[in-house]
C-alpha cells in the first residue's frame, strides 16, 4: 500500500472515530440533563426485584407525590416482600410488613407451614384499592413443589391497609387451590 492511501485510510478512520466519539458523548450528555430533570421534579423511580425464585417478581413504584396509583404500587411491594419472607419460611422476616394483629395472630409453625410441599415462586395477580379507605387487596398465584415436581398453584388474597404512611398487610388468606 503507498504512503497516499495509507494517509487517506488513517484519515478515514480518524472521522469514523471523531463521529463516535461525539456520538457517545451526546448520548451521555442527554442522560445527565434527564437525571438533572428528574431530580429538579424531585421525583425518583425505583424497581424492587426478587431474584431468590425461577420466576422474578418485579414491582415498580414512583416516590414522588402521594396519590392512589403510588399508594396502589406501594402496597404491592409490601405483599411482595410478605410473599418472599412466606416462600423463606420466615415470620421473622415478614414481621415489618405485617399488622400487629396479623402477627400476633400468627405462630411461627403456621407462618411456615410443612416443609412438603415448599413453595418455589409467586406471582402478583393482582391489585386493587379496597371497599374501605386507606385498604388495598393484592392477590397472589404461588406455586408449589413436591420432591421438585410441580404440586400446586394456590392463589391468596393479602388485605393491606395504610396507616401513618406505613403498609401493613392485615389479612391474609387462600382464596383458591389448583
Not at 38 to 44: F, P, R, S
Not at 115 to 135: H, L, N, Q, Y
Request: hydrophobic fraction near 40%; charge should be negative.
Amino acid at each position: 500500500m503507498d504512503e497516499n492511501k495509507k494517509q487517506k485510510l488513517l484519515l478515514v478512520t480518524l472521522i469514523v472515530l471523531i463521529v463516535v466519539l461525539l456520538g457517545l458523548f451526546c448520548v451521555i450528555y442527554n442522560q445527565i440533563q434527564n437525571a438533572r430533570e428528574l431530580v429538579a421534579t424531585d421525583e425518583a423511580s425505583v424497581t424492587v426485584t426478587a431474584t431468590k425464585t425461577l420466576q422474578n417478581v418485579s414491582v415498580s413504584y414512583d416516590l414522588g407525590s402521594p396519590s392512589a396509583v403510588e399508594d396502589l404500587d406501594s402496597a404491592k411491594d409490601v405483599a411482595n416482600r410478605f410473599m418472599l419472607a412466606k416462600e423463606n419460611r420466615s415470620l421473622d422476616e415478614a414481621k415489618p410488613f405485617m399488622s400487629e394483629e396479623l402477627f400476633n395472630s400468627t405462630t411461627p409453625e403456621e407462618f411456615a407451614g410443612s416443609s412438603s410441599p415448599s413453595m418455589d415462586r409467586f406471582e402478583i395477580i393482582s391489585a386493587e384499592v379496597g371497599a374501605k379507605t386507606d385498604t388495598y387487596e393484592v392477590v397472589v398465584k404461588s406455586y408449589w413443589l413436591l420432591q421438585g415436581e410441580d404440586a400446586d398453584q394456590i392463589e391468596y388474597k393479602l388485605t393491606i391497609y395504610k396507616l401513618n404512611d406505613e403498609f401493613l398487610v392485615n389479612l391474609f388468606e387462600e382464596i383458591s387451590r389448583g
